[in-house]
């Protein structure tokens, strides 16, 4: 297979820089530009009272037809030429004749934040009356946007999807099969999962909004266990990652390609909330916290080898997933989950991640203090998940006695010793004088694997999910 050399230019690009084509201009050359449905947008937010307190039933029809004005609008403005045709000389503001860029004050994302109602978990601001608004409109704009992603235009389908990727975090149950449907597909272009992975996780990090009070998942059972599993076999398959894949001959450059799209999907797969959840037949459970481990654990069959950021992804992503499983309106422990399997993979995870930061103060690689605190986030808030009747709404209140001790062990080290030395910084902001003492988690780790009781499966009853890693097939 040749490989698409492009897709490297095309990531990189959008990734470093933003898809700068997004507010580049050009004059329309197929067709007058979109005109702002005004009429309707004034409707929609002069009636904030009505929306706040709900649609009434009889109004749903009513509502639906403006959602789908305004939808068709945002995807027409994406699929324009005038939006993504670059010009020869590159203008930094948009010309004043009605035109909007993706980005800006006054860019498609700013204002589909006008009409956007996000819920926010242990919130009542926007709760249950604001179901049908946020159910109705997520369903018109996945069918306007879902449509430019087989568009002629690559760039159309990757703006396409990074804005899909911003209006996803509302949790309209709308968007759960749009996206498994093309991460299921193995032809389906990287550059469009590579953004589809960023919609997965926002979708999978919004809240229920009919249910606000607790942890779940804003799809059904199906829909969110369909998009878990695909998210599964896109962090340990490379060949869902780039079409025509092959472990036998794949270059230095697809394996680089790999890598960085992989870790846009293991940030995905973290958002998932529990260890345990229904798979896409809304019965049979999977444990999406398997991959993770394999990630934190630099699993040798994993190619290619994970970064430093991306164990640390997987690490965060393990702490975010509560040990517990929802069974007929209460939450209950996943009594098969070998917990301290999950705490030495996270304590490997930290090892890999510090040692770079550790042997050279002044590595600049990966942003280290953005991770540090992330790291140090998701560490206080897993104390807090342990506890089956968790309550967003006191998110500090916990049952200390539920925290496994050699987690309480971990915690205590790693804290003060590893992650806040990464850190901190002096009054100029080179990094602090204190040591990152990486070697108390190595002896940490050390003591976990020389305990007679040490659990080596972390799903008791699936062998599987071993962390005794075979060693991978040789070429």
């Known amino acids: 297979m040749k490989f698409p050399f492009w897709i490297l230019q095309t990531l990189g690009f959008a990734v470093g820089f933003g898809v700068l084509v997004s507010t580049a201009w050009s004059q329309p050359d197929d067709g007058k530009f979109p005109v702002w449905p005004s009429a309707v947008a004034n409707d929609l937010r002069q009636n904030q009272k009505g929306r706040l307190q709900g649609i009434p039933e009889a109004e749903i029809p009513a509502v639906r037809s403006k959602f789908k004005t305004m939808a068709e609008y945002f995807a027409a403005i994406v699929a324009h030429p005038a939006t993504w045709k670059t010009s020869q000389d590159l203008k930094a503001k948009a010309p004043n004749d009605g035109r909007m860029a993706l980005e800006g004050d006054n860019g ?183 991959p993770l481990v394999r990630v934190a654990m630099s699993d040798p069959n994993l190619l290619p080898a994970p970064t430093p950021a991306e164990v640390a992804e997987a690490a965060i992503g393990i702490m975010n997933m509560a040990p517990i499983e929802y069974r007929v309106n209460r939450f209950v422990k996943v009594n098969e989950y070998n917990v301290d399997v999950a705490i030495e993979a996270i304590t490997q995870a930290l090892i890999t991640f510090a040692t770079p930061r550790a042997a050279n103060s002044n590595d600049r690689s990966i942003p280290w203090r953005q991770y540090a605190l992330r790291l140090a986030e998701a560490m206080f808030k897993w104390r807090t998940l342990f506890t089956t009747d968790y309550d967003p709404k006191q998110p500090y209140k916990f049952d200390p006695a539920a925290i496994p001790p050699l987690f309480k062990e971990l915690y205590d080290e790693a804290i003060p010793k590893v992650l806040a030395r990464i850190e901190k910084v002096d009054s100029t902001g080179r990094p602090g004088v204190e040591p990152v003492e990486v070697g108390v988690l190595r002896s940490l780790l050390k003591k976990m694997q020389a305990n007679p009781q040490r659990k080596t499966v972390l799903i008791e009853g699936l062998p599987e999910t071993t962390i005794l890693f075979p060693e991978p097939a040789k070429k």
Request: hydrophobic share 45%; net charge neutral; with cysteine.
């Open 108 to 290: 498609v994302f700013a204002e589909l934040d006008r009409f956007l109602l996000e819920p926010v978990l242990g919130s009542n601001r926007v709760g249950k009356d604001q179901t049908v608004y946020i159910h109705e409109f997520g369903a018109a704009l996945d069918g306007a946007f879902a449509n430019l992603f087989s568009h002629d235009e690559q760039i159309v389908r990757i703006n396409a999807a990074r804005v899909y990727a911003h209006f996803a975090r509302t949790g309209a149950p709308a968007h759960y099969p749009t996206i498994t449907k093309i991460l299921t597909n193995p032809e389906a272009p990287t550059e469009l999962k590579y953004y589809l992975f960023q919609a997965a996780a926002a979708l999978l990090a919004a809240p229920d909004v009919t249910e606000l009070d607790t942890r779940k998942h804003s799809g059904s059972p199906e829909a969110v266990g369909a998009l878990v599993k695909a998210l599964m076999d896109c962090v340990t398959e490379p060949a869902m990652l780039l079409p025509g894949f092959k472990r036998e001959s794949a270059t230095a450059e697809q394996v680089a390609v790999v890598g960085m799209v992989r870790r846009q999907a293991v940030r995905a797969l973290a958002q998932v909330k529990f260890v345990k959840i229904p798979g896409p037949d809304g019965k049979t459970p999977i444990y999406p916290v398997y």
